[in-house]
């Protein structure tokens, strides 16, 4: 009987209406995400030419558009900066802390109370940096300013507010902590335990097994967090806006009173009574940070990848 | 920050319940008063779309509540997108009204009279506030000032309380040796605007940057918003700023100097400096823009205020919305609907004569054909 039926086809991959639908949905979202920010970078750009071909007298400041952002790329460029120098060094701490250091339960609870803190929003940060940090920090400005003065970051007057950089920059670290040391925590707690036991075997002091077994392993993981942070720092709004004396020239100055203002504040502070060609320059601003972005995630993108094949990650 | 008209409606007849049955009151002197095509007060519908000035936000959410409250069946929405926001909307038809902190400039007004069926234009100077220089000083409530002593503290050129151009002027106060801050706004305002068009027309060798509604000098210190600014005028002993009088609080106020005396804020000596200010010239007949008076030296005129228009057609293309228009502006220049302004916002309101001559422009308003 068997020889009579024809031969068995190769069985057919039983296409299911389920795996169509999913893979269409999956493939689709793709598709989706790649076609809003395209949808976003062609908004920006259109809405940029009029300011980008405009007279340098029409827009706002009176001296081209070049003018009016280069202060707030500086802006933007130095509090993100020095978020991320407070914050990253800070966060590894934390991170090395719950993940080798901390007893197990306090361990826990640690990590909670952290992710806890990126789900503060940011206008309470502002109001917090503003009624709290920036009072407080006015002696350390005085103190800065008459101590290290001759330090052209450090260069006075000193802000009788402290609504500086500085306390700018200590705002946005605050709140791209949870970032960098949550990704820090991950990698951290990945590295792997043979390494370490190898190292705790050959008579290694917890410290050093870190240095040799944890940190190299886990760097690529903390760049990436870091960068992520650095996003965030670099498009952060409401907390800047609140804080920070803008206004004032591309200076590197972080205690006076005249600060460059950022470009995700300065939007949010100008738009609502912009009209005409000041709105083109707003949003030709907007797309020089989205631009901006993009570099830094690109960046972090390729030093992860140089650094994948020596962390063992892979 | 765009509320919906029903929402806000919602909130604003649970709060302002007061000002509505104040202003229910009012209703039926009024309603006699203005309608012209016989049509009751209460017949009104449809819709009455504002646009534009959000320095009368307070003010317009008041005469809205009162407004709804004599005519239930208008559905009434004002959009505070910003001066030059509300003028474009108007003269593109998408709104019925704006509310502009600038009279239209030449430009405008051609469009704005396209727009208009007969080509004729109202701009009334309805909202009238003066705005306060005010500072945080320990044991001074208040200071007299010249202009140019003014201009030479927010250039930065005074920099300390006891310097000798401000003691001159105030031989009872103890000034302290306290450094100045001097606080400007960080957003684009119309109280920037206003503050800096003063300083300029008054304090010329001082102060030479055009008026802005955008802080034009680099440097001094930013706050976000009235708030902001007196917020850290509060916080910071020895700083200054500007900003709407009614939100002076506890801080010392500033006289200032018109002719040979000093005058402080107040609600009379703004409604009276914006009396006495020529106006705009070559206009429409019902076009009272006028170009304040920062120079006066009238006696109790206040010059620093912001002066916010309302500006619509004299003559719609439909009878709905040109009977909503008449009765909506009938209201605002009304006692009450100025009152209701004044309790909400802290302006001033307007003077009879400034009422009489927004009269006729509101008797005008009509239909086309």
Not at chain 1, 128 to 149: I, M, Q, R, S, Y
Not at chain 2, 129 to 151: K, M, R, W, Y
Not at chain 2, 170 to 198: C, E, K, M, W
Not at chain 2, 268 to 282: I, Q, R
Request: proline share 5%; aromatic share 8%.
């Amino acid at each position: 009987m068997t020889t009579t039926s024809a031969p068995p086809s190769p069985p057919q991959p039983k296409r299911r209406v389920g795996d169509r639908v999913f893979a269409g949905t999956a493939k689709g979202s793709g598709i989706l995400i790649l076609l809003i920010l395209a949808g976003v970078a062609a908004f920006l750009v259109s809405e940029a030419i009029p300011a980008i071909t405009a007279p340098a007298e029409d827009i706002p400041g009176g001296e081209g558009l070049a003018h009016y952002v280069w202060p707030l790329i500086v802006g933007t460029l130095l509090g993100a900066v020095l978020a991320l120098l407070i914050a990253t060094p800070l966060a590894v701490a934390i991170a090395l802390y719950v993940t080798y250091y901390a007893p197990r339960r306090l361990a826990a609870a640690m990590g909670y109370v952290i992710d806890l803190l990126a789900a503060i929003p940011s206008v309470v940060y502002g109001f917090w940096g503003l009624a709290v940090l920036a009072p407080t920090l006015v002696p350390f400005h005085e103190w800065a300013a008459d101590n290290l003065g001759f330090i052209p970051l450090f260069e006075g007057p000193a802000s009788s507010t402290g609504r500086t950089m500085l306390t700018v920059g200590i705002v946005l670290a605050v709140m791209i902590l949870p970032i960098i040391s949550a990704i820090s925590r991950e990698v951290f707690g990945q590295a792997p335990a043979l390494h370490r036991e190898a190292a705790l075997a050959l008579g290694a002091t917890r410290w050093e097994m870190i240095k040799m077994a944890v940190l190299p392993y886990g760097k690529s993981g903390v760049i990436g967090g870091a960068m992520l942070g650095l996003g965030r720092a670099l498009g952060e709004t409401m907390a800047v806006a609140i804080v920070l004396s803008g206004g004032g020239a591309a200076a590197l100055t972080l205690i006076t009173s005249t600060n460059p203002s950022t470009i995700a504040s300065n939007i949010a502070l100008r738009f609502p009574e912009a009209t005409g060609l000041g709105v083109n320059t707003l949003i030709a601003s907007g797309l020089v940070l989205f631009v901006i972005t993009l570099a830094v995630n690109m960046l972090a993108r390729w030093v992860v990848n140089r650094r994948a094949d020596f962390s063992g990650a892979n | 920050m765009k509320l919906s008209s029903t929402t806000r409606a919602t909130t604003l007849s649970v709060a302002l319940a007061a000002t509505l049955a104040l202003t229910a009151c009012g209703a039926s002197n009024e309603s006699d008063a203005g309608t012209s095509g016989g049509d009751s007060a209460a017949e009104l519908s449809g819709d009455l779309i504002g646009a534009g000035a959000s320095s009368q936000q307070a003010a317009m959410e008041a005469w809205q509540a009162g407004f709804e409250g004599e005519y239930p069946d208008v559905t009434f929405s004002y959009d505070p997108a910003g001066s030059g926001a509300g003028r474009e909307q108007f003269i593109a038809g998408r709104s019925d009204f704006a509310g502009s902190d600038a009279a239209l400039d030449e430009e405008e007004l051609a469009s704005a009279q396209e727009r208009c069926a007969g080509g004729e234009i109202f701009e009334l100077p309805n909202y009238i506030s003066p705005i306060a220089v005010v500072f945080n000083l320990e044991g001074v409530d208040e200071l007299n000032l010249q202009p140019a002593t003014i201009a030479g503290i927010f250039t930065g050129a005074i920099t300390n309380w006891n310097d000798p151009a401000i003691a001159a002027d105030n031989p009872d106060a103890t000034l302290p040796d306290q450094p100045i801050t001097a606080v400007h706004r960080a957003d684009d305002s119309g109280t920037t605007d206003n503050f800096t068009d003063y300083l300029f027309q008054t304090a010329g060798d001082v102060w030479t940057s055009e008026p802005d509604g955008e802080w034009p000098l680099p440097g001094g210190e930013a706050a976000n918003q009235t708030s902001g600014v007196i917020g850290v005028v509060e916080s910071t002993v020895g700083a200054i700023t500007y900003a709407d009088a009614s939100r002076a609080g506890d801080l010392g106020v500033v006289s200032v100097a018109v002719g040979d005396d000093f005058v402080a804020p107040s609600a009379e000596a703004a409604a009276a400096v914006v009396e006495n200010s020529p106006a705009v010239e070559g206009r429409g007949e019902y076009d009272f823009a006028i170009e304040v008076n920062r120079q006066t030296e009238g006696s109790g005129e206040y010059p620093i205020v912001l002066v916010s228009y309302h500006v619509g057609c004299i003559e719609y293309d439909d009878q709905e919305t040109a009977d909503n228009v008449k009765a909506f502006m009938e209201y605002v220049i009304s006692e009450d609907g100025q009152q209701a302004a004044a309790d909400n916002a802290g302006n001033a309101p307007i003077s009879d004569s400034l009422r009489e001559q927004a009269q006729t422009a509101v008797d005008a308003i009509t239909a086309a054909g």
